[in-house]
């Protein structure tokens, strides 16, 4: 996807959270246990002040987060700190530097596709919190942000920080999967110490195979799916396999 494109995205799927958060911030948010709308609401915003921070400082800020923003209205920050983000944005090159978790990529672009999918994915939770009607995710943003999540979160995730993974890979007997959503696909194999992705479904069958429209396949690897509603989602093969592929993905997300 091109910059402008996850740009575009980032600020349609804001209006949508913010619209959709006005309506209930007591409402609890099923996808993100423990949370209410409200709690989300300052979670976005204060995510939001941290990239932006991350671009002014050229590193990600520590300690973090500062105590004063427990005192602010979530909506207020919210509002506040995307006009912030948006600026950055606005007056920096995807190619300019910027501090991330993330070693491969040092930049602002990072940050503008992260804080794409970052925010598609709470608008989602938003929508689900308060029982409102689940926007349309356009496809490619979509296969994009399966693509991310597997790549930068995962596999990233087990090569760097991988006694994080321990206990659910150090006893794998190691399982291959293959994720299809609209003509992309990926092979995924893991094992010990193992989360390796590559394009392309692989000329092998594979033990798992997850499959559906890549709103349907992003909103499943992302655990974003509507409790008690039929899946678009199809699942087949080992279910240890798919136990052990949830666990990993859940533990690079948290």
Known sequence: MEYSRFLDCLASDFARLRAVVDTDLTAGVPSCPGWTVADLT?????????????????????????????????????DRTYAGLAGEFSTHKPEDPAGSWYAPDQTVGFWIRRMAQETVIHRIDAELGTGQPIAPVP????????????????????????????????????????????????????????FAVEDGGGEDAAEVTVSGPPMAVLRWVWNRESAGEPSDVAVEGNAEAVEELRRCIGTATQ
């Open 139 to 194: 496809a490619d943003l979509a296969l994009d942000g399966i693509d991310e999540l597997l790549k930068v979160f995962v596999a990233y995730g087990v090569a760097e920080w991988g006694s994080y993974f321990a206990d659910i890979l150090n006893n794998s007997s190691g399982h291959t999967y293959t994720v299809r959503a609209d003509g992309s696909a990926w092979r995924l194999q893991t094992g010990p110490d193992l």
């Open 42 to 78: 300052y979670h976005v915003g204060e995510v939001y002040l941290h990239k932006t921070l991350a671009i002014q400082e050229g590193a990600e800020p520590d300690p973090w987060p500062p105590k004063e923003l427990a005192y602010e209205d979530p909506i207020a920050l919210l």
